[in-house]
């Protein structure tokens, strides 16, 4: 019999020639066997390489944020700001910082559609000479709760039924409904905002508040805003539900090709600052907490003041290694800014790490894309896939020592202190003494008729799935909001207007 021609390409002398992972040439990529129709054999060590890292090649989805695309480019300063704070990558105008970006959708996985609407994440690396700065944000500057206890109920919601293993609108809406802080994020989310035509024509946003530390030691809040120099476009319905049936991938897609094509997306990078005192005012003039993740600050009374540009002009040669392996964390923070008593952003510089630490690994940030540009000098060992190369010029694994050279830490580097006066340590409501109204109803009268009906008929087309009480709840907070929003769902949902505005007034917003 004879044998078919060989797969395997001959090499003429000017490929490479292919190894296995430990770099021994390979002759045939074929399996070993005892004879042509014979049992493979043990021995055959290519083979089992392929075989074993085949069934390791992924590492699991992220909880939210699965779906991502990404690429790197430069910050550069375009306003000095050194007043406010002493990070070293923004001291000088003209100052250039290397970033790699990621963005997002948040609830659906990996196999999820671009144009799906949901909440877009925008997530930067700044590789700074000082360390990696994390800006961890979404393309809204409000989120769904202010209680980090709540956050993982709420993803559960966002999930599948666990019986069904469908989404299910009722375990959805029925949180929302109990929840009225989050009026503010649904209605950004079902309005025209919802479905960005691509990742190039958003906003991104830090969303929660910072704080600024400049030379003298002096604190100041801020909010980041990353404003999109390609304009804000987003799909109508109609549209995005087309363009997924078309094209699943069209963000990653439209972001990789504009940046092939030489067509280099910018953001301009700003910041609002708010004093102590001003945060006082603040809360004490309107009732809204400063650090609240559900509330905006003003612009009229907290200007945006421009920091930067932020540019993306290279796309990565490898997603896997270098946008699904990439790892923001809010917990990378810099000299010059730090925290503040957002309480959302506090369960956020401890779960975001450890979510990375136990998808990638524990040394996650010795791979390249999450590597810092500068020394790293810590006594942290060992553990899964360590590299060791910061270890070379250092004898002790421990600290404090006595020992030549080793690093120490210097006060220099110290924050100033926190006056939290008589702060008593309770589990407090979160839901106590909030106005989660008036901001979402300032939101709703600011669009204009037609965007008012869209956003309406959006809401009653999947609010229309639930449970008749939870809709019912539901509409409380849209009539406490505003009365035209309240009345605009009811009627699209074929509720008597009578009976709702009854239960309006009648019945609480939480059952």
């Known amino acids: ?15 490479p020639v292919m190894t296995t992972a430990d770099g021994a040439p390979i002759g045939r990529q074929q399996s070993l066997t005892a004879g042509p129709r014979g049992p493979l054999l043990m021995q055959d060590v290519q083979l089992l390489e392929q075989m074993q890292h085949f069934n390791r090649e992924r590492v699991p989805e992220r909880v939210v944020h699965a779906k991502g695309s990404g690429a ?12 406010h704070t002493k990070a070293a990558f923004l001291n000088k105008v003209g100052k250039q910082t290397e970033v790699v970006a990621r963005f997002s959708t948040v609830a659906g996985e990996r196999g999820a559609a671009d144009a799906e609407r949901d909440v877009r994440g925008f997530a930067l690396k700044f590789y700074t000479e000082e360390g990696n700065w994390d800006m961890v944000g979404n393309n809204t500057p409000v989120f769904f709760v202010r209680d980090p206890y709540k956050f993982q109920q709420f993803i559960h919601t966002q999930k599948r039924d666990p019986k069904t293993n ?33 990742y190039r024509h958003m906003h991104g946003f830090g969303s929660h508040t910072y704080s600024f530390i400049n030379d003298a030691g002096e604190r100041v809040w801020c909010k980041f805003h990353f404003k999109s120099n390609q304009g804000c476009e987003n799909l109508m319905d109609e549209a995005g539900d087309k363009l997924i049936g078309e094209d699943r991938e069209s963000s990653q897609r439209d972001l990789f090709d504009a940046i092939e094509r030489g067509e280099f997306p910018s953001w301009t990078m700003k910041v609002q600052v708010m004093t102590q ?7 004490k003039d309107t009732g809204w907490n400063p650090f609240d993740l ?38 990378a923070l810099v000299n010059g800014i730090g925290p503040s008593p957002d309480k959302m952003l506090q369960a956020r510089l401890m779960s975001y790490a450890d979510a990375h630490r136990y998808r990638v690994g524990v040394n996650y940030q010795q791979l390249p894309v999450n590597k810092p540009r500068c020394p790293v000098m810590t006594y942290q060992r060992d553990g899964f896939m360590a590299t060791a190369e910061q270890y070379k010029d250092m004898t002790a694994n421990y600290y404090p020592n006595s020992r030549e050279g080793q690093p120490a830490p210097d006060e220099r580097y110290l924050d100033p202190a926190w006056d939290l006066g008589k702060a008593i340590v309770d589990r407090y409501d979160s839901e106590v003494d909030h106005d989660d109204y008036t901001q979402p109803g300032n939101l709703y009268r600011l669009f204009d008729d037609a965007q008012r009906d869209r956003l309406t008929t959006r809401i009653a087309g999947v609010l ?7 809709q019912m709840r539901q509409l409380c907070h849209f009539f ?8 605009r769902v009811a009627t699209k949902l074929n509720m008597n207007l009578d009976d709702v505005l009854a239960g309006v007034n009648g019945e609480p917003a939480r059952v």
């Open 277 to 283: 005192d001003q945060a006082e005012k603040f809360e």
């Open 72 to 83: 790197y480019g430069t910050f550069t300063v375009t306003n000095d700001i050194s007043k």
């Open 480 to 487: 406490r909001a505003d009365e035209d929003y309240g009345k």
């Open 464 to 470: 229309g799935q639930a449970r008749e009480e939870v």
């Open 166 to 198: 469908l989404r299910d609108m009722d375990m959805q809406w029925d949180f929302w409904s109990l929840c009225p802080e989050s009026l503010h994020q649904v209605t950004i989310l079902f309005s025209d905002r919802g479905r960005p035509v691509g």
């Open 1 to 15: 019999m004879t044998q078919k021609p060989s797969s395997d390409r001959p090499n003429s002398g000017k490929c």
């Open 294 to 331: 559900t509330k905006v600050w003003p612009h009229a009374d907290f200007p945006l003041i421009e920091v930067g540009k932020l540019e993306l002009n290279r796309n990565p040669d490898n997603y896997h290694a270098e946008i699904e392996q990439a790892s923001f964390s809010p917990s």
